[in-house]
């Protein structure tokens, strides 16, 4: 019987999670709630049930689900051309360039598909930065990331994770990464060689449970690199782009890193677009042929991202992040329950340490209509797009409060 993928208005929530588990890969946990369409902060099953969504597709939905914005740019561009390859050049993609320099302050980007990619990205320029610029002997920089980080899931990024699934029978992996503690700055110190290209760090780490470090960490570490000329790389894939309560979660600690990493909300959801952003002397490092990516810089991505960074400016989403972010503190921190062990974030971006496991708990919250995950077995990260009105929030804190 091949009928089953013939039947794309299969309704049957219990049936669709059968078929997926069957046919697909199971490298997820996922609730089984079966979505079928999404509008803002909401959306809906194939029972037609609608869940206020607190997680955002870990924050690549900043701008909430199919905004209309988004989505017209992303059709009127793919009934004129999709993909050119970078074999040629498109009109999109210097608009996008251009756009992202003037939001950012940066110079230049190179335009990636996931996160992942563009991490990947930024540890070969630095890697070339190394030895070309600074003078590091050939295959000899190493670049130091932190505890407990997350840059994605390649061979090379999950060879530098402290986190054990992430690598277990994975090996063997790249070498010349070294790991310090985060919120360090003295382990860091120590850590620095003149062999040492760069520093990797998430400016808040998110998949670790919304982990803040110490303030005003990244201002010495930024200070600390620049003494021993090592390039300051921020991965704002999850805290960029409006999620903390500022466009880049760095600027809280008033600080220029040498290159930014974007991934995620650069889209707003709607098809993958990730970028690394820096200087002319740094992203100068490639040459014709050194890098590429088949779909990296396509005109449909440029479009959609284009379209998805003016939503962030057009309708303020970093301040109404900080603004909603710190009446969800508020509520979370005056929750009465035995079971909460912390309650912490920036912006709408909050997570809830619990003194046992989460997962049950986030069940019930799908029950009431509330969709969370767990991160880390006790930790619940609480992200809702950052469109969500008030009132829904509201409600959703109080669906928390209740189960918790
Ligand atoms: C999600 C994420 C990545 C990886 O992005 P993918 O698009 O899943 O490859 C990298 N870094 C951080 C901080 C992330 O949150």
């Known amino acids: 019987m091949n009928t089953t993928v013939a039947q794309p208005l299969l309704t049957d929530a219990a049936e669709l999670i059968a078929i997926e588990d069957r046919f697909g890969a199971q490298n997820y946990h996922p609730l089984d709630v079966v979505i079928e369409r999404g509008s803002g902060a909401w959306v809906y099953d194939v029972e037609g049930r609608r869940y206020l969504d607190m997680l955002a597709a870990y924050s690549a939905v900043n701008q909430g689900h199919c905004h209309p914005a988004i989505l ?48 990947e990205t930024a ?22 990331v932190c505890d407990q980080n997350f840059h994605g899931r390649t061979i090379s990024i999950v060879g530098f994770s402290s986190e054990a699934q992430y690598k277990r029978g994975f090996g063997p992996f790249p070498g010349g990464f070294r790991s310090v503690p985060f919120g360090d700055v003295e382990a860091l110190r120590a850590a620095i060689t003149p062999e040492t ?126 603004k909603l972010g710190a009446y969800a503190l508020h509520r979370l921190r005056n929750m009465r329950s035995a079971s909460i062990r912390a309650v912490r974030g920036r912006g709408l971006w909050l997570a809830v340490e619990l003194d046992r496991p989460a997962r049950g708990l986030c069940e019930r919250l799908q029950k009431r209509g509330v969709l969370c995950k767990e991160t880390h077995d006790t930790i619940i990260r609480i992200a809702p797009p950052l469109v969500i009105e008030e009132d829904d929030l509201a409600w959703g804190l109080d669906q928390i409060e209740a189960v918790l």
């Open 123 to 144: 540890l070969k320029m630095a890697r070339k930065w190394g030895e070309t610029v600074k003078g590091i002997a050939p295959d000899r920089a190493d670049i130091i």
């Open 197 to 322: 290209c760069a520093f990797l760090v998430e400016p808040i780490q998110g998949e670790a449970g919304v982990v803040m470090p110490p303030d005003g960490y990244l201002r010495e570490v930024e200070s600390l690199c620049r003494q021993h000329d090592v390039l300051l790389i921020v991965d704002e894939i999850q805290a960029g782009l409006g999620r903390t309560g500022k466009l880049f979660a760095h600027q809280y600690d008033d600080v220029r890193p040498d290159v930014v990493i974007l991934g995620k909300a650069l889209s707003g959801g709607f098809y993958p677009v990730s970028a690394v952003i820096s200087s002319q002397e740094i992203l100068g490092v490639f040459q014709p042929g050194d890098h590429g990516s088949t779909f990296g810089g396509n005109p449909l991505a440029c479009a959609v991202a284009r379209a998805a960074l003016r939503v962030i400016s057009d309708e303020e989403l970093p301040e109404r992040s900080a």
């Open 72 to 119: 017209q740019a992303m059709v009127e561009q793919a009934q004129k051309i999709t993909l050119t390859s970078r074999a040629f050049r498109n009109d999109q993609l210097p608009m996008l360039l251009r756009e992202l320099s003037e939001l950012t302050g940066y110079e230049m980007a190179l335009l990636m598909n996931s996160g992942a990619e563009a991490v």
